[in-house]
């Protein structure tokens, strides 16, 4: 199961971090990821980790958001930094663990969400 927290209410240019707690999952995945959801808007992916730990980020967030990993406490988080209203989604964290093997299939888990309202 997988369980954000750390989301919450911030003024434009302010920081959160969310947290996912992974357990089980981190060490089993092919990639840790953070997916975001806007109202009215399809889900996107912000950030992520594969396991030759390859950061990935989305052009938005670039520079201003990080993503990391803890194995030891089995978490997976997103700082987030210099925040903007568009930030303002419902954040998901996501794991795909292989079916076969990283390079096939893979199934993915997602967390429940945590709404993140970015404001002047």
């Known amino acids: 199961q997988l369980v954000e927290s750390g989301g919450g209410s911030v003024q434009v240019g302010g920081s959160l971090r969310l947290s996912c707690e992974a357990s089980?999952?981190?060490?089993?995945?092919?990639?840790m990821a953070w997916y975001r959801e806007a109202p009215g808007k399809e889900r996107e992916l912000v950030a992520s980790i594969d396991r030759d730990r390859l950061l990935t980020y989305a052009g938005s967030v670039k520079g201003r958001f990080t993503v990391s990993e803890d194995n030891d406490k089995e978490t997976f988080y997103l700082q987030m930094n210099s925040l903007i209203t568009e930030d303002t989604a419902v954040y998901y964290c996501?794991?795909?663990?292989?079916?076969?093997?990283?390079?096939?299939?893979?199934?993915?888990?997602w967390g429940q969400g945590t709404q993140v309202t970015v404001s002047y």
């Open positions: 996501a794991a795909d663990l292989p079916i076969d093997s990283c390079g096939g299939s893979s199934m993915r888990s």
């Open positions: 089980g999952y981190i060490s089993r995945s092919c990639v």
